[in-house]
């Protein structure tokens, strides 16, 4: 039986729980229950806090965990990440009051930043060469400066609301964040073998995010020039109508390019355009 250990409330949380539902894995979820089975794949899951997944995974507790990819390197625990999931994306970033004159990242010498997160903060800081005084607290760091705590904080950024109903402005960006899936180093080889399993079914989800599969009719004089505007994985399928003059095209677009694309088609000739959802797309 795997075992993954997953954050207990959150966002993170949702998006966990989320993306194994659409693995087809059920788990009876119930936050007041700190373990869980899933009903139809030999998956237990582990709910704790994020700051006590990434020991649980490296100590052999829990065999793999999702947790923000920050969360991981501020532990410095001894487990590896496997595969990034694509959602729960931030960054830290080092952030002053916004009516103070920033020149480089020598202003922070010998001030006080305030964090939540002082590994990484020192080993940027050592990556540079500059000697701040970093005091650890937890929670509100960003009231830190106008408190007088702290010259300037280092914390996560996602929508950068929070800054500026602080008067802060963000100054450096140090590291890019988003949930991960990290591992044991010492998993036994039957838990390997259900881990292959779920990364392949993760992967055929993560695959379909943002795609269309797309059907049209496209006239077969027009039919070379259509297939050059598509993007898709590999060629498309084209399949013969009753009508000789026309044929069917099917495809797979990026959401991102999706209305350009689509645009460019109906201009050239492309009609009776059929647009699905893709739930899994095995590559």
């Known amino acids: 039986m795997l075992r993954i250990a997953v ?98 990242i020598e202003w922070f010498e010998n001030k006080k930043i305030a964090t939540s997160y002082p590994f990484i903060l020192q080993n940027f800081m050592e990556r540079k060469s500059v000697s701040a005084d970093i005091h650890t607290i937890t929670g509100s760091v960003e009231i830190s400066p106008s408190i007088g705590l702290a010259d300037a904080i280092f914390d996560i950024v996602s929508s950068g609301s929070t800054l500026v109903s602080n008067n802060l402005k963000e100054v450096e960006v140090v590291m890019q964040s988003e ?37 049209m009719n496209v006239p077969k004089d027009k039919l070379q020039e259509i297939i050059d505007v598509l993007p898709g994985l590999k060629s498309p399928t084209v399949i013969p109508l009753a009508d000789q003059e026309w044929c069917s095209v099917h495809t797979v677009l990026n959401q991102k390019c999706f209305w350009e694309i689509i645009g460019k088609l109906k201009s050239m000739g492309a009609q009776g355009i059929l647009v699905t959802p893709i739930e899994k797309m095995i590559m």
């Open 7 to 104: 954050q207990s409330k959150g966002r993170l949380y949702e998006d966990t729980m989320n993306l194994l539902a659409e693995a087809d894995i059920k788990v009876n979820a119930n936050k007041r229950t700190l373990l869980a089975q899933a009903t139809n794949f030999p998956l237990e899951v582990l709910y704790l806090r994020d700051d006590d997944i990434p020991q649980s995974v490296a100590s052999g507790v829990a065999d793999i965990g999702v947790v923000g990819e920050n969360e991981f390197v501020e532990r410095n625990q001894d487990a590896e990440i496997i595969a990034k999931l694509g959602f729960s994306k931030c960054h830290l970033s080092l952030a002053i009051p916004k009516d103070i004159e920033y020149k480089g």
């Open 179 to 215: 949930a991960v899936l990290i591992a044991c180093k010492n998993m036994n080889e039957e838990n390997k073998d259900i881990l292959e399993n779920l990364l392949f079914r993760i992967s055929a989800v993560r695959n379909a995010e943002d795609k269309k599969y797309v059907r």
